[in-house]
């Protein structure tokens, strides 16, 4: 090849919870939240490069000549309603047509996208895009951890990597590593594939590539690389994905079908062993809550991880068990991040700074409806973005809208909860610290997170408890009514 190639690139992520009590908008995708906004056009060149996305490692990787087609993400949520998964599905189909001809394509994908009419948003995707290009383009997708993994998905496309840690530090380096599978099939090279779905699903509070089982597991992947194999993933799979092909996977590449074959089933085989050792133990509120205030202190505090509830999992991140739970025992230097009550955040600006008033607070959208009914004093208010500095967000901005701190005005307890208006995972101290809360000084923490909070959170902690409240995105997976799942798939 002459000429630098031209590879088209873009991006659609959503992680799709069937138990979710409310789906994806096409708004959803197009404001900005944690992440960035609907992106299209040289904008998306000029703005990824430097974030922990995947498309900005892959851009970051590699010479090629880029042509921009259409990045767009929402929080996870129930499904992604048609017109969303079709109006997003064409900016990036209709840039592809227009562009002419290209050498090849990489798409940015989360993997687990579930629509109101599909249960594999990306394998639809990805027959679309494989019809513009024709069968001879490389197509070269990234995929999330959480990805579901489907046969469609591996069928339209020559070769995917996937995020070899949760909480995910390696977005944009699982994008970088699109680069050299692109750079070969350019080349002309015949990629072989294996591809193996697990019999049973993970809980995302057992996926942790920091703890065993998944810390030794993962990190044999690198290794698995040799002259005739190129890349082995695993998908550890979205368990809330009511979906026929829910669930882990390993999938690789290489240059013989059986060099590939014997070490995708040598990491297949290494994950079964490993059933018995993924745990879904959590403890029940009163029982964390009471170990916490043992614990912590101001300078090592305890960290309540509300599992259930994470909204970056399809939560509503408004239930209030755990923060009641505080104030019944009287809880001092404790303080609750990020509760979704775009209400509450508007009463706290109306009244400013250092005001008062009283509120249901939370319990509104979701899974439980039990507000916290309680006076309020308001310590802090913002409306502007928050850069977070942890690994995962990486000098990104979070926008979640007006913002406010608020103090409970109780005679025991000494609780504070930021809330925010745009649904978004506590997985960053900037997400206290934006709002005048100093982490380090509390003594109990409760981060509305299931595994992301780790990396930012971990060396500030004397303990790390989960807990098992209410919320839409159950870790207790045994207990979820799975209605689609293929025979023989296990949910323990
Ligand atoms: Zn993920």
């Known amino acids: 090849m002459t000429h630098r190639p031209r590879i088209a690139v873009g991006g659609f992520q959503h992680e799709s919870n069937s138990f979710s009590p409310f789906g994806a908008t096409y708004a959803d995708f197009a404001m900005a939240d944690g992440w960035p906004a609907l992106t299209t056009g040289q904008a998306l060149l000029d703005q990824f490069p430097p974030l922990n996305i995947p498309l900005g490692g892959f851009l970051r990787a590699a010479d090629f000549d880029y042509v921009p087609l259409a990045w767009a993400s929402a929080e996870p949520s129930g499904p992604v309603s048609d017109e969303a998964f079709a109006r997003v599905s064409d900016l990036i189909c209709d840039a592809l047509a227009k562009a002419g001809p290209v050498d090849g394509v990489y798409l940015d994908l989360h993997g687990a996208m579930v629509t109101a009419s599909h249960e594999d948003g ?113 998908a550890s799979g979205f368990p809330a994905a009511d979906i026929y092909e829910c669930g882990p996977a390993v999938i690789g590449y290489g240059f013989d079908q059986a060099s590939v074959d014997r070490c995708v089933d040598e ?141 409970v005005l109780d005679g025991e307890a000494d609780v504070r909860v930021v809330v925010c208006s745009v649904r978004f995972q506590c997985l960053d101290q900037a997400l206290f610290r934006g709002l005048g809360v100093e982490p380090r000084d509390q003594a109990v923490l409760v981060v509305k997170s299931t595994v992301h909070f780790r990396t930012d959170f971990e060396p500030i902690a004397a303990a790390i408890l989960l807990v098992e409240a209410p919320g839409a995105h159950a870790c207790r997976i045994d207990l979820s009514a799975y209605r689609r799942l293929r025979p023989g798939v296990r949910a323990v």
């Open 267 to 407: 990491v297949y085989a290494r994950i079964v062993a490993a059933e018995p050792a993924f745990s879904n133990d959590l403890l029940p509120i009163d029982v964390a809550v009471a170990r916490a205030l043992e614990i912590g202190r101001p300078g090592r505090p305890v960290v309540l991880a509300d599992v259930q509830d994470n909204p970056g999992a399809g939560g509503s991140s408004d239930t209030t068990g755990i923060l009641r739970a505080l104030i019944e025992a009287g809880a001092q230097k404790a303080a609750v991040s990020v509760l979704w009550d775009p209400e509450a955040a508007r009463a706290a600006h109306a009244v400013g700074v250092g005001g008062v008033f009283e509120a249901q607070l939370g319990g509104r959208y979701g899974y439980d409806s039990t507000p916290f009914v309680a006076r309020f004093q308001v310590e802090a208010i913002r409306d502007t973005p928050i850069v977070g500095h942890g690994l995962v967000v990486g000098g990104a901005e979070m926008s979640l809208g007006p913002m406010a701190q608020l103090r």
């Open 122 to 234: 990306e394998g639809v995707l990805l027959a679309r895009v494989r019809k513009i290009v024709g069968p001879a383009v490389p197509i070269v997708v990234s995929l999330d951890m959480h990805a579901n993994i489907t046969a469609a998905m591996t069928e339209q496309t020559d070769a995917m990597t996937v995020y070899r840690t949760y909480p995910h530090v390696d977005m944009a380096a699982t994008g970088e590593r699109c680069a050299p599978l692109m750079r070969t099939l350019l080349a002309g090279r015949r990629l072989y594939k294996a591809f193996r779905k697990l019999p049973f699903l993970i809980p995302l509070s057992a996926q942790c590539t920091d703890m065993e089982p998944f810390k030794s597991i993962y990190a044999s992947l690198p290794g698995l690389a040799s002259d005739t194999v190129l890349s082995i993933d695993i």
